[in-house]
Nanobody, 120 residues
Framework: VQLVEHGGELVQPGESLRLSCSASGFTFRLSGMLWVRQAPGKGLEWVSA???????FYGDSVKGRFTISRDNAKNTLYLQMNSLKIEDTAHYYC???????????????RGQGTQVTVST
């Protein structure tokens, strides 16, 4: 399993950013996919998830601002992040695993992550 995230950068509050995750080594179209993040000095926080049917789930802190999507033809997962806040600053990881509407149940594999910094 290989997951490679792209797209992290320094942005200002209120701006938008789109992360992508290229997946290989497993059957992407049949797999549940997640985004999780880790801010400096904090634990992993669930951001969003999408199942193989395209049903999406979001953590309370990003609901209404972030959108997860997937392109099974390209084996790619996306996270569109709008109205970014300083508290969204974190290392963002793409992962495959199981989850329900309340968050992840298990993580099978995770990428190396990409840094998103929101700052004035």
């Amino acid at each position: 399993v290989q997951l490679v995230e792209h797209g992290g950068e320094l942005v200002q509050p209120g701006e938008s950013l789109r992360l992508s995750c290229s997946a290989s080594g497993f059957t992407f179209r049949l797999s549940g996919m997640l985004w999780v993040r880790q801010a400096p000095g904090k634990g992993l926080e669930w951001v969003s998830a999408i199942d193989s049917a395209g049903t999406t789930f979001y953590g309370d802190s990003v609901k209404g601002r972030f959108t997860i999507s997937r392109d099974n033809a390209k084996n790619t997962l996306y996270l569109q992040m709008n109205s970014l806040k300083i508290e969204d600053t974190a290392h963002y990881y793409c992962a495959t695993g199981t989850f329900n509407a309340r968050g992840p149940l298990s993580i099978k594999a995770r990428g190396q992550g990409t840094q998103v910094t929101v700052s004035t």
